[in-house]
């Protein structure tokens, strides 16, 4: 019974986050500034991180926890990088 609820519950966080990642899309392609679209891009990658962390808790490998933690070191320093761009104008001084 409870291989099955926890089943059921990685299903649905999956479909969420499926849904969670098409909006965060919409935005990144229809935003109407620069600092939606940063904002749309950083949601998109934590999604895919967290979609890659629901696989590997249903698959039962590491692969897919190596992944999602190599999304989140190259998310966080793209998003730093493009604040830094959209402040100054360029990223290395």
């Known amino acids: ?3 099955m609820v ?3 519950c990685l299903l649905l966080a999956q479909l969420m986050l499926a849904l969670a990642m098409l909006c965060a899309t919409w935005r990144v392609l229809r935003g109407p500034r620069a600092q939606d679209r940063v904002v749309g891009l950083d949601t998109l990658y934590v999604n895919a991180m967290l979609l890659l962390v629901t696989f590997g808790i249903r698959s039962g490998t590491q692969v897919y926890f190596e992944a999602a933690l190599v999304i989140a070191l190259l998310g966080f320093v793209s998003t730093a990088a493009l604040a ?3 402040m100054r104008g360029e990223v290395i001084e």
């Open 84 to 86: 830094k761009f959209l």
């Open 6 to 8: 926890l089943s059921w």
């Open 1 to 3: 019974m409870t291989a």
